[in-house]
């Protein structure tokens, strides 16, 4: 079983930047695969970018450029770091882990609370 605690989401002006946190519970943290999820009202949960356990990342079309996902496997946290960011950026954004990339993609695994991330412009 594990536990995700998302924290770092808030109010930003366009242009702004935040960062992301999810603190994982267990001691095989550095054998998942780190998801990034983001919901906007009244749409369904996208992907944003996936820390693969290799080291690898992958991310969104939308988001590439902008955001970084990184991991800290030593302290069990992943971390979302967003610059530039836009009005479409807004939702709730939600950590997952799964045992791979396509868990991770599919939805498979463990999903943190969310956090609230707003964009004004």
């Known amino acids: 079983q594990v536990q995700l605690v998302e924290s770092g989401g808030g109010l930003v002006q366009a242009g702004g930047s935040l960062r992301l946190s999810c603190v994982a519970s267990?001691?095989?943290?550095?054998?998942?695969?780190m998801g990034w999820f983001r919901q906007a009202p009244g749409k369904e949960r996208d992907i944003i970018g996936i820390?693969?356990?290799?080291?690898?990342?992958y991310y969104a079309d939308s988001v590439k450029g902008r955001f970084t996902i990184s991991r800290d496997n030593a302290k069990n946290t992943v971390y979302l770091q967003m610059n530039s960011l836009k009005p479409e950026d807004t939702g709730v954004y939600y950590c997952?882990?799964?045992?791979?990339?396509?868990?991770?993609?599919?939805?498979?695994?463990?999903w943190g609370q969310g956090t609230q991330v707003t964009v004004s412009s």
């Open positions: 997952t882990a799964g045992g791979s990339d396509r868990d991770v993609r599919l939805g498979r695994g463990y």
């Open positions: 267990g001691r095989t943290f550095s054998s998942y695969a």
């Open positions: 820390s693969r356990s290799s080291g690898t990342t």
